[in-house]
């Protein structure tokens, strides 16, 4: 079975602090997702990444950056957390191939106080 | 840009029932379109697959189906049970980039 792991399913966290989010994945997929997801505006996409060291932005990448030093780890880092930013974090996989089947980790519920 | 629109935004039915529910999609040149279930506090979990040559996917008591032309896809769900209460959302991919786009999902609460 494919599998998407985020490592921390609930945190807290203060306003201000550093916050680290970890997917990884053992699929051997080139591309990963940062997504959030809200109340009443469904998924948005934070960042994205299509190969170790790459990333690029999605829709909502202010306040968040992201590292993929190996293929198989994507970090969603919160460099001085905000409350505006509680909200779940999903992390996604995909391969580079044509089927483009988008799987999911069980999600991060980041309470910032 | 893709709009994905999921109506209605809440369903309640009777355990046993057949339903279906509906995506629709404004730009049609789609890569393929996923069907997802998420569980309350879960992530999501891929239900269905279709790939833009494909008309229609079968799971079990679940079917997908897909109109390009029209920009729409339904997921129907037969026999439905009360283990099938959660939300359902679609997703259409658009590029090689795999960049997909969601709807807000469909709320199903099957009643025993």
């Known amino acids: 079975d494919v599998k998407v792991t985020q490592s921390s399913r609930y945190l807290v966290k203060r306003t201000g602090e550093k916050v680290f989010l970890e997917c990884v994945q053992d699929?051997?997929?080139?591309?990963m997702f940062w997504y959030r997801q809200d109340p009443g505006l469904g998924l948005r996409l934070i960042y994205f990444?299509?190969?170790?060291?790459?990333?690029e932005k999605g829709d909502i990448p202010e306040g968040y950056s992201v590292s993929r030093e190996k293929k198989e780890r994507f970090s969603l880092i919160l460099e001085s957390a905000s409350t505006n930013q509680t909200s779940m974090y999903l992390c996604?996989?995909?391969?580079?191939?044509?089927?483009?089947?988008?799987?999911f980790g069980e999600g991060s519920r980041l309470t910032v106080l | 840009k893709q709009e994905v629109t999921q109506i209605p935004a809440a369903l309640s039915v009777p355990e046993g029932e057949n339903l279906v529910l509906n995506c629709s999609f404004t730009?049609?040149?789609?890569?393929?379109l996923q069907w997802f279930r998420q569980d309350p506090g879960k992530g999501l979990t891929s239900l269905l697959l279709?790939?833009?040559?494909?008309r229609e996917q079968t799971s079990g008591r679940l079917n997908a189906s897909l109109d390009k032309s029209s920009g729409r896809s339904t997921l129907y769900i037969a026999a439905s049970q009360p283990g099938d209460s959660a939300t359902y959302l679609c997703a259409a991919c658009c590029n090689a980039g795999n960049m997909l786009t969601f709807g807000g999902g469909t709320r199903l609460m099957v009643k025993p």
């Open positions: 996604a996989s995909t391969s580079g191939d044509d089927t483009g089947e988008l799987f």
């Open positions: 699929m051997d997929h080139e591309n």
């Open positions: 279709i790939q833009s040559s494909q």
């Open positions: 990444s299509y190969d170790v060291k790459m990333k």
């Open positions: 730009d049609s040149a789609i890569y393929n």
